[in-house]
Nanobody
Framework: QVQLVESGGGLVQAGGSLRLSCVASGRISSLNTMGWYRQAPGKERELVASISSSGAPNYADSVKGRFSLSRANAKNTVYLQMNSLKPEDTAVYYC?????????WGQGTLVTVSS
C-alpha cells in the first residue's frame, strides 16, 4: 500500500510564493510518475505538473514559467515551487503517484491566494 503525505499549503498574497512537498511511502516501484493536481471550488480536478522517475517535468500551460516541479528519487519526494501566485491558483492541491499497478492520491493541501 502506498501513502502520500502533502505539506506546504497556506495563505499567500498575489505575487507571493509557496513550496509544496509530497512524500510517498510504502511499496513503491522505482518506475513511477508523481505529480500535482488541483481542484478549485466548482471546478474539475486538473493537472498542474507531473514528472516521471527518469523524465523531464510536464506543466499545465497556466503555470508554465511560474511553477517548478522537482523530485528526489531517493526520498520518494516531489516538490512544487510556486512563484508569482495568482488568485486563480487558489485550490486544493493533490499529490498523485502512479505506476503500472498502483494509483495513489494524497489527502490534499489548500492553497489560498488573496488579491
Amino acid at each position: 500500500q502506498v501513502q502520500l503525505v502533502e505539506s506546504g499549503g497556506g495563505l499567500v498574497q498575489a505575487g507571493g510564493s509557496l513550496r509544496l512537498s509530497c512524500v510517498a511511502s510504502g511499496r513503491i516501484s522505482s518506475l513511477n510518475t508523481m505529480g500535482w493536481y488541483r481542484q478549485a471550488p466548482g471546478k474539475e480536478r486538473e493537472l498542474v505538473a507531473s514528472i516521471s522517475s527518469s523524465g523531464a517535468p510536464n506543466y499545465a500551460d497556466s503555470v508554465k514559467g511560474r511553477f517548478s516541479l522537482s523530485r528526489a528519487n531517493a526520498k520518494n519526494t516531489v516538490y512544487l515551487q510556486m512563484n508569482s501566485l495568482k488568485p486563480e491558483d487558489t485550490a486544493v492541491y493533490y499529490c498523485k503517484l502512479n505506476t503500472v499497478s498502483v494509483l495513489a492520491w494524497g489527502q490534499g493541501t489548500l492553497v489560498t491566494v488573496s488579491s
